[in-house]
């Protein structure tokens, strides 16, 4: 039932896949590669989550070794207790996508509409955004900031595996004050593109800008 319904939502979403019956596993691959060479790169296996067949677990594999094929991990593309296949199947379609989208850059998108300046960590786990938007970048974070990262926690997953931003306000030794000025989701997807509209408007009304 779970292979059967999950192959009906990646071909919907334009996804080619297939049940490879030696190995027991659902696989689905880029659009540009055959079948039978599917496993000699990048794919991504789905499962079920829960032993019950609730949730929908969708991982990223490549191969390494030679002569005898091995894979790694990649990353986790999409992990829900929901229900909503269809929604696994868009985040490994969106995973396949060149050049990748991520949440992050649908949050940066947002925040640029207001003119917000916003830093990376360089690790991809969240933002920082200066309260005084003339502070350098280097001292970014050791100034008066907010902090904006995602509950999966990288920033860097497709849009469709978003879970909800969670926005802190950091004192200006970096130190968060209080809880979080703003969190979404409760463990499960969230909309992005509607997610993170709102934060960044929440935001704006927070920074501050010189006076012409």
């Known amino acids: 039932m779970f292979n059967t319904t999950a192959l009906a939502a990646l071909a919907a979403a334009d996804v080619p896949a297939y049940f ?18 599917a496993l000699l790169g990048e794919h991504v296996v789905l499962a079920p989550r829960d032993r019950d067949g609730r949730g929908y677990y969708a991982v990223a594999w490549e191969p390494y070794g030679t002569p005898d094929l091995e894979f790694t991990e990649v990353a986790t593309v999409y992990e829900t207790p929901g229900d909503d296949v269809n929604l696994c199947a868009r985040a490994v379609a969106e995973w396949f996508t060149v050049p990748r989208p991520t949440a992050g850059s649908v949050l940066l998108a947002a925040l640029a509409e207001w003119g917000i300046t916003v830093h990376s960590d360089g690790l991809g786990m969240s933002y920082a955004i200066p309260v005084d938007q003339t502070t350098p970048a280097a001292d970014a974070r050791n100034r008066p900031h907010l902090s904006i990262g995602d509950r999966n926690p990288s920033v860097d997953h497709v849009p469709a595996a978003h879970t909800g931003w969670t926005l802190f306000l950091h004192d200006e030794n970096g130190e968060p004050i209080g809880g979080p000025l703003f969190i979404s989701g409760d463990g499960g997807p969230v909309d992005c593109g509607a997610d993170s509209a709102a934060v960044a408007e929440l935001i704006a009304d927070m920074v501050t800008y010189p006076i012409p």
């Open 20 to 37: 490879d019956e030696d190995e027991g596993l659902l696989i689905a691959h880029p659009a540009d590669v055959p079948q039978e060479k």
